[in-house]
């Protein structure tokens, strides 16, 4: 049995597609996920492919509250909310990615 789809592809996919449709804050992460739930081959690869740049978009957002953070007097309050704010943001997001990726794996086998 051949191996249809990739992961890195689908993440590929998923990545482009969310940056694309980022106007759409619900219905173009669930577009993406699907998409890349049909670039990755089935339903697991499609969840890795889904959670891989969930978590990749959470280390670049701590890394980056890091950096704002060490300014004095306003560093401490900034960095909350961007921290904050990457949690809210990943949240929306990654949540109708990983429906999509879901429902496009399914459809995939």
Do not use: N
């Not at 990545?15 to 106007?23: E, K």
């Not at 890795?48 to 060490?70: E, K």
């Amino acid at each position: 049995m051949s191996r249809r789809g990739s992961i890195f592809s689908a993440m590929g996919w998923m990545v482009g597609l969310s940056a694309v449709l980022f106007w759409l804050p619900v219905i173009g992460s669930l577009i993406a996920g699907y998409v890349g739930g049909r670039k990755a081959g089935g339903v697991w690869p499609a969840v890795w492919a889904a959670l891989l740049p969930g978590a990749l978009f959470w280390f670049l957002a701590t890394i980056l509250t890091g950096l704002v953070g060490w300014i004095p007097l306003i560093g401490p309050l900034w960095g909350a909310l961007a921290g904050l704010g990457g949690v809210v943001l990943g949240t929306m997001s990654i949540i109708p990615l990983m429906i999509g990726a879901v429902l496009g794996g399914m459809s995939a086998d």
